[in-house]
């Protein structure tokens, strides 16, 4: 069973990059059979679709985002990771990594992290 | 862009039947997904491909989907089903949406 789990800065700076790692266990971030998925939720609303990579190194980003994220894996550690520059207040957030099954049949999202707070502010 | 649009809140009666509802042009062409989110906690999923329970999540839990409109049912809600609802679909530019949410009240 996939577990992920979150970790980073939790104050990031205005106009600086936030950097996110998810440290998978119970699989290899090199399986094929999933996609790593970053996934936020400002404090109060609704979930954002952030993006996803598959362990070839594909990757599928949110429009509205494209421009400013890139997510990587690192197959060495285990993990992948997020990263999202020129941030503003308006990208605080609890950012959630999840994974997603890679198939046939829509998109669907389990399990998920736990998810870690990044506030942004000088 | 593509949007998935659902009641911002419900309420429903201890051990009654709520549905929600998740509209988007053509949703029934795609898969939708559910998810339910206790505060503070990480979302779960509850159905996928319409009308799939992972294991783990009571039968109490049904979706369907078609047309314009996924639904999500819980019948005999119980306090515990407490909980924000999403659902989540992808359109056909391959890109993942999530609707607003529905905040239910088990009062």
């Known amino acids: 069973q996939v577990q992920l789990q979150e970790s980073g800065p939790g104050l990031v700076k205005p106009s600086e990059t936030l950097s996110l790692t998810c440290r998978v266990s119970?699989?290899?971030?090199?399986?094929?059979?999933?996609?790593w998925s970053w996934i936020r939720q400002p404090p109060g609303k609704g979930l954002e679709w952030i993006g996803y990579?598959?362990?070839?190194?594909?990757?599928n980003y949110n429009p509205s985002l494209k421009s400013r994220v890139t997510i990587s894996v690192d197959k060495s550690k285990n993990e992948f990771s997020l990263s999202l520059t020129s941030v503003t207040a308006a990208d605080t957030a609890v950012y959630y990594c999840?994974?997603?099954?890679?198939?046939?049949?829509?998109?669907?999202?389990?399990?998920w992290g736990p998810g870690t707070l990044v506030t942004v502010s000088s | 862009s593509y949007e998935l649009t659902q009641p911002p809140s419900l309420s429903v009666s201890p051990g009654q039947t709520v549905t929600i509802t998740c509209s988007g042009d053509?949703?029934?062409?795609?898969?939708a997904s559910w998810y339910q989110q206790r505060p503070g906690q990480s979302p779960v999923l509850l159905i996928f491909q319409d009308s799939k329970r992972p294991s783990g999540v009571p039968e109490r839990f049904s979706g369907s989907n078609s047309g314009d409109t996924a639904t999500l049912t819980i019948s005999g809600t119980q306090p515990m089903d407490e909980a924000d609802y999403y659902c989540q679909a992808r359109d056909r530019t391959n890109f993942i949406v999530f609707g607003g949410g529905t905040k239910l009240a088990v009062l």
């Open positions: 119970g699989d290899s971030v090199s399986s094929a059979s999933y996609y």
């Open positions: 999840a994974s997603r099954v890679r198939g046939t049949g829509g998109v669907w999202f389990d399990p």
């Open positions: 990579i598959y362990y070839s190194g594909t990757t």
């Open positions: 053509k949703l029934g062409d795609q898969y």
